[in-house]
């Protein structure tokens, strides 16, 4: 059983037969350390698992990139947006490190779901647990100081600062890298 089948089984568990359907529309692939998923402009087709590695997803504004998001071991990455519309992203989506990467193609899910129910409910899972880290995130700017951001990320990804660059870091947390450094100088 490969890693994508069973980071789905945790979710809810199907038969061998969903498995293998399943196992039709994934693939997995081993990326280099700058590998762009998704570039602002195109249409996200795929919704991927990272299975090693981290990503980023960043945009631009006024020329200059925003981290919006990381995803590292276990984590999913894409642009819902364009990926449930169709319409092109403003996202784009970064491999940071060397990264094995599960890429499930959206638009050959549909017939998937009319015969096996229970990957319907896999995708509600798997939008529902989306949505909540989103929320979780507009939270964090929306009542906690950029000191309460920065702990919070060292609780979801301890090793981050191994991992990602410090401007990426600061953009993400909605700070300089200078405030950033005064921060971790206190810790």
Known sequence: MNYF???LQLLAPFDRETAEVINRIV???RLNKGHQLLKDGEVCRYCYLIEKGIARVYYLKDGREVTAWFSAE???VSAIDSLFTGQPSQYNIEILEDAT???LQYDKLEPVFDHYPVTERLA???VTQNY???DERMKLFAFCTAEERYGRLLEQMPDIFKRVNLGYIASYLGI?????SRIRGKK
Request: charged letters at 15%; aromatic letters at 8%.
């Open 176 to 180: 300089t890298q200078e405030h950033l």
């Open 5 to 7: 089948i069973r980071y």
């Open 132 to 134: 909540l880290l989103l």
């Open 74 to 76: 276990n984590g999913m």
């Open 101 to 103: 990467v599960w890429a």
């Open 124 to 126: 509600r899972l798997l």
């Open 27 to 29: 693939a997995v692939n």
